[in-house]
Each structure stands twice: as C-alpha cells, then as structure tokens.
C-alpha cells in the first residue's frame, strides 16, 4: 500500500526566505506526482505536476523535483511571500495500469507560515 | 485543463439527516473522485464515480453510507447519510485531465 509522508508538518519563515518541503512515497511505481496548495476551509490549487519520466518542473517561484527511484519529491519555493502561507499537500498517482488510475494518495501536508 | 462546480460550499446539518453534495464538471469526464478531509487531516479517498456503473468504494466507505450517483459524463452527486458529528469534514470532488487532478472548491459540512 502506498504510503505519502510530508516532511515539516509545519513551517514558519520570515518573508524573502527560500525554503523547502520534502515529499516522500514508499512505492516507486507511481504514475505522476502533484503537488497542491491548500488555502484553509478551501478546495485544492494545482502548483505542479511532474511526470514519472520527468525529474523536475518549474513555474514561477516553484521548482519541484522528482527523485523516482529513492521516492523522493522537493517542493522550493524561492523568495516567499506572506502570500504563501497555506497548507502545501503532495500527491501521488498509481500507476496508469488497470483500474488504478486517478486515484490519488496524499500526504499529511506542511502548513507553511510566512511572516511580513 | 477542467473547471469543477461543487455545491453546496458550506452547510450545518443536524444528525441523523442527509446532504446530498452536488459536483458539475466542465467537460466531459470518464471517471470523478469523491475525497473526504476530516479536521486537520489529509485527503482520503471515499469512491470512483464511472458513467453508468456501480461506483466504487474505498475500503472503509460503504454505499449505503456514501450513496452516489453518475447520471452522465459532467455530473455526479455524493450523498451522506444519516450523520453524525463524526461526518464533520470537507468533502471534494475530483476530475483527471489528461494527466492532472483538479479538484473543486470542497463542501464544507458541520454536523451538530
């Protein structure tokens, strides 16, 4: 059974600081790996989405990587923002094989403070 | 990409009631993910609503708790049944395009 865990639970940063969020999953054979943003009580905004041949995607301030083989992803966001604060949630797709796909299993999530 | 409706987005219900969570998608879908996100806790996911099929159920979640319905290729509906406090979460609906999730806005429901 894939497992998802997210490494801080929580983080509070001073405004400017770059950081990172750590993603990691017990089975390699995923599909793709998506990483969301979670404003409180709201749905989830898609940030990126990194392909099982891809090893990372940018956009913006956030870069994330994909280490398959050690079931390893990194969220980096440059330059923050009180504007980032939210909870940050990773996610990651079965494999495409049979009735799997789309499923998604997520980790707990890091709440990320940012401070003005 | 994929817009999702999601209604209601928010509602207080007494025990022992039903709530039926209404999701519309903008595009035409094979498969819809129903998720619930209890407090302070991640996304779990409940069932998978195919088009003309009997969904299917996580472990866990029973159809008689968590009855849905898949009229067509845009539309489905979620609904809980005889609540109780414990089925206090947000619950969300959940479309793939192409190769990425989008999710909608989630319902948020308090039992009381």
């Known amino acids: 059974k894939q497992e998802v865990t997210q490494i801080p639970a929580a983080l509070s940063v001073p405004e400017g600081e770059n950081l990172v969020l750590n993603c990691s999953f017990t089975d390699s054979a995923i599909y793709n790996l998506q990483w969301f943003r979670q404003d409180p009580g709201k749905g989830l905004t898609s940030l990126l989405l990194?392909?099982?041949?891809?090893r990372e995607q940018t956009s913006g301030r956030l870069n994330a990587s994909l280490d398959k083989s050690s079931g390893r992803s990194t969220l980096y966001i440059a330059a923050s923002q009180p504007g980032d604060s939210a909870t940050y949630l990773c996610a990651v797709f079965l494999d495409a094989g049979g009735t799997s796909y789309g499923k998604l299993t997520f980790g707990q999530g890091t709440i990320l403070t940012v401070h003005p | 990409s994929a817009v999702i409706s999601q209604k209601p987005s928010r509602d207080i219900c007494q025990r022992g009631t039903s709530l039926t969570i209404q999701c519309q998608v903008d595009s035409q879908v094979t498969m819809m993910f129903w998720y619930r996100q209890q407090p302070g806790q991640s996304l779990t996911l409940i069932a998978t609503a195919n088009q003309g099929s009997e969904a299917t159920y996580e472990s866990g979640f029973v159809i008689d708790k968590f009855p849905i319905s898949r009229p067509n290729l845009t539309f489905s509906t979620l609904t809980v049944s005889n609540m109780s406090p414990e089925d206090s979460s947000i619950y969300l609906c959940s479309v793939i395009g192409r190769t990425e999730a989008f999710f909608g806005q989630g319902t948020r429901l308090t039992v009381v």
């Open positions: 990194i392909q099982s041949s891809q």
